[in-house]
């Protein structure tokens, strides 16, 4: 399985609900902790993406359901900023003691205040990153509106959000009072890097040039223009996700993980729809269906992967022989497109008429001083290929069942 249901218990004895999400190989050698936005929860799109992006990179991340929230044990009324924090750290030991401490922690909106304080309770943690977070944990409370009023004159209030219902006590408001974000940022010294939207509405982008000014170096910022505060364009989550693992790799070393080497490659599907992602050896890389399929077009599809597999074959097929001829090519580009091809049409294959037959078509580009013989001889060697050889041949396909580990 690439991703496992757990459960960890927190300090109080509740348990807790999360999502480890791993590479395609089912291995990692850095992870990664995650804490979702205020009422949100594990599961959330933005959250999958963003995980889905990093595993594709070679990242374990573990997400999972603060208190109170999602699958998580507790009430919602008795968690607290400061609760948040205790349970990341919790989260943290769980990490440390099953697999390896997280080594990044990353936080959406509250959440990305929680991880900042976090961070500067964890000695493992090497580096942070921010999406759409406050620059002062009180921040959330504009979201109280009318509630402000009944938390302070009963104690508690119901607080309305996206839908649902949340009862708040008038301890939570000031457990997010009481936090110095500021100071802990300036004491914090672990590279930072503060992502967030010119066009959040709910947490403005001054909070980012906040959160900059008072964090030391390294610190960086990356620009989310034209996203929204919760990500719901999946092309937003996912380049967070990119954005941040090419980030990471600056500050964390990590180390190759063994493949499997008795498979060639290895595609995973770990959740809803038709984004896979895919271990080819030692390369990572994303399957998809186009969205006129109901896919998120986050990939090449299945026949792109063919015509991918036919095009690449047979440039470095031309290059082998043409180096070996010493002929001048500076380039060859191949086109390659996939579509269905009548046999009534097709001279050099017989059949029923109106029969419909598969058809890669391709078209070959070469830039070089060759004559016109060397041309010709080059659009032969082409046909040489080995996928083309593949192709046009019947190939064998055993299928057996692989139990999940």
Not at 149 to 171: C, N
Request: net charge negative.
């Amino acid at each position: 399985m690439r991703i496992r249901n757990l459960t960890f218990t927190n300090r109080k004895g509740l348990e807790l609900s999360a999502k480890l999400e791993l590479p395609a190989e089912g291995r990692a050698s850095e992870f990664v902790l995650f804490a979702h936005c205020f009422t949100c929860g594990k599961d959330i799109a933005a959250i999958r993406n963003i995980s889905r992006a990093l595993a594709s990179e070679g990242f374990g991340v573990l997400r999972f359901d603060f208190t109170g929230l999602g699958s998580s044990e507790g009430e919602f009324a008795d968690s607290h900023f400061s609760a948040n924090v205790e349970d990341l750290v919790d989260a943290s030991e769980f990490l440390a003691q099953e697999y390896k401490a997280p080594s990044v922690l990353i936080g959406h909106s509250l959440g990305g205040a929680a991880v900042v304080f976090a961070a500067s309770l964890l000695d493992t943690v090497k580096a942070v990153a921010t999406i759409g977070a406050p620059a002062d944990p009180e921040h959330v409370t504009h979201l109280f509106g009318s509630a402000l009023e009944s938390l302070e004159k009963d104690g508690e209030a119901e607080l309305k959000l996206v839908g649902r219902t949340f009862k708040v006590r008038k301890d939570f408001v000031k457990h997010l009072q009481d936090r110095d974000m500021d100071g802990v940022l300036k004491a914090l010294r672990k590279p930072i890097l503060i992502c967030h939207s010119p066009q959040d509405t709910i947490v403005g982008i001054n909070n980012a040039a906040q959160i900059y000014m008072a964090a030391h170096h390294p610190k960086s910022f990356l620009s989310l223009d034209g996203a929204d505060h919760l990500l719901t364009e999946a092309r937003d989550s996912l380049y967070v996700g990119r954005m941040i693992a090419a980030w990471v790799d600056r500050y964390v070393e990590r180390k190759e993980v063994e493949l499997r080497t008795d498979e060639q490659v290895v595609v995973s599907l770990t959740e809803p729809g038709f984004t896979a992602k895919v271990l080819a050896g030692d390369h990572r890389l994303l399957a998809d269906e186009p969205a006129s399929v109901g896919g998120l077009d986050l990939g090449p599809s299945p026949y792109d992967f063919l015509s991918i597999g036919l095009a690449a074959c047979t440039a470095m097929t031309i290059r082998m022989y043409t180096d070996r001829k010493q002929w001048p090519i500076d380039e060859v580009n191949v086109h390659v497109s996939y579509g269905k091809h009548s046999h009534g049409v097709d001279s050099e294959h017989t059949g029923e008429a109106g029969a419909m037959l598969d058809t890669f078509f391709r078209k070959i580009e070469i830039i070089g001083e060759v004559d016109e013989a060397q041309r010709k001889r080059i659009l032969q060697i082409a046909d040489k290929c080995p996928v083309h050889k593949t192709l046009e041949a019947s190939s064998v396909i055993k299928t057996e069942e692989l139990t999940a580990t």
